[in-house]
């Protein structure tokens, strides 16, 4: 069957509901093929149009990686009211339980999308991890009260038998991505839907939502990869859309195990997830070849340099001071931004989503020295800033074509 007419993105509205829809002819049909009112040689089935000098580039055949599996994953979802503030968090912390041990096992902070694209909101969770029987819950006395009285009478609402017998877990646990981050001293976290595509490190005790995909490396390398034009492009190519807004939705499976990484800097390469700090603090993949560590070297340096500018812009320490708990401190759980007095309105606009609304200057060379350190892990010296971004898809489309008839073969 054959599209032949699309309106790839509109409004629609009925009864009240505010959504964006796609509208699709398909069949057989002998006449002109139109894209949103425009005629075109040929519409591919992800609603972008053929074009003749891009005969390549039909991201629909783009494939999933075995070499990147196992990296990428969705946080938990609690469907439930087990988050709470963080003043409730921190006393807790400071109770004793009769089993011996600290509330920090099962308290937790936690993120959602908006901690990452907005700013963070303390709020923490109570987590009993993934088979924690109730006759051990119980034993973390403050905690399970607190679930007793907020979740229980919620999740005997629902339909699904598992979640009302064991209602003080989380509706998914994600014992794989648990696994992962247990190798890490901390983790790329990027909105699964958000208007730019962002990546920000946090500390491996913190828990992250279902609405954030959580990425088990803590080399700066990877950061500078995922962070690069040319994932960027690829993301917004291979994402769905989801909203009014019309935000780009990023995904383990679509959007990540599809993406090409550089030639010996794949997920699978990097699989051991040891690193090597370098001078001045930037971290690589540890036990690379010396062809590939030159190249892995530039680019975390890049990205190391990006984030700190980021971080000191959205926190500055004329206005910011970091601090924690004793509590805290024992835990392992890293420090919080509390505004100094004075500064609690500016620092509210200090967002990384208002960050790139500006897009000032140092941030455009930031990326762009980043991009060129990438670009050159490719392979692509004449991958300019320049370059069609048509280009740069076919480019990886092509190279994740090649390897996965290497994996197939």
Known sequence: ???????????WFNDGAAVRVSLVCFGRHDGPVRLDGREVPAIHADLTAAQEAQAGLDLTRAAVLAENRATAFVGTSKKASFDLPGHIARRWLAL???????????????????????????????????????????????????????????????RAEHER???WLHARTAPEMRRALEKVARYLATPIVAKYRLFVWQHRAVLPSHAVCVIARADDTTFGILHS???????????????????????PTTTFETFPFPPGLTPADTAHQRTEALAGGARIPADLPPAVRVHAEAIAR???????????????????????????????FPPRPVPKPGFAAQLKARTLTALYNQRPAWLEQAHAALDTAVAAAYGWADAAPAMRDEDILTRLLALNRARAGEQAA
């Open 165 to 167: 017998r064991h209602w």
């Open 96 to 158: 004793p339980n009769p089993n011996g041990q600290p509330n920090w096992h099962v308290v937790k902070p936690w993120i959602n999308a908006s901690d990452l694209a907005r700013r963070p909101s303390d709020t923490w969770i109570v987590d009993f991890g993934v088979a924690t029987s109730e006759q051990d819950a119980m034993l973390y006395e403050a905690p399970y009260a607190y679930v007793e009285q907020h979740v229980k009478p919620e999740k005997l609402q629902v």
């Open 229 to 251: 034009r040319f994932h960027e492009l690829w993301s917004l190519r291979l994402c769905t859309w989801l909203g009014v807004g019309n935000d780009p939705r990023y995904t």
């Open 1 to 11: 069957m054959t599209i032949f007419d699309a309106w790839s993105d509109q409004p």
């Open 302 to 332: 890049a990205a190391h340099r990006l984030n700190a500018l980021r971080e000191a812009w959205l926190n500055p320490p004329e206005w910011v001071d970091w601090q924690r708990t004793p509590e805290e401190e024992a835990a392992g």
